[in-house]
């Protein structure tokens, strides 16, 4: 079992920078290391997407739309992953949901809002 629980969301304007957070508990006889996490978001009325993923060896990945703008990372030590979200747009708009992959078990946060808007 892992809960997760986000922090970091909130107004800002175009090209403005977030850095979302989510920290994790994990059962006893888990390590916060063996997990993938990720980034989703979404918006109303569309599936989850995803967003950027780093996996137990720390290699990331990103989706198209934020590549050179957003970068993930994690700290095993804290049990938690980052999400540095730089030059923003209206776009990003979303709510962004951090996600603990073992597979085939995955474990989700209740997300943060980030709302890009001037």
């Known amino acids: 079992q892992v809960q997760l629980v986000e922090s970091g969301g909130g107004l800002v304007q175009p090209g403005g920078s977030l850095r979302l957070s989510c920290t994790a508990t994990v059962a006893s006889g888990s390590i916060f290391s063996s997990y993938i996490m990720s980034w989703y978001c979404q918006t109303p009325g569309q599936q989850r997407e995803l967003v950027a993923r780093?996996?137990?060896?720390?290699?990331?990945n990103y989706a198209d739309s934020v590549k050179g703008r957003f970068t993930i990372s994690r700290d095993n030590a804290k049990n938690t992953v980052y999400l540095q979200m730089n030059s923003l747009k209206p776009e990003d708009t979303a709510v962004y949901y951090c996600?603990?992959?073992?597979?085939?078990?995955?474990?989700w946060g209740q997300g943060t809002q980030v709302t890009v808007s001037s």
């Open positions: 780093i996996t137990r060896g720390g290699v990331t």
């Open positions: 996600n603990a992959a073992d597979y085939p078990t995955g474990y």
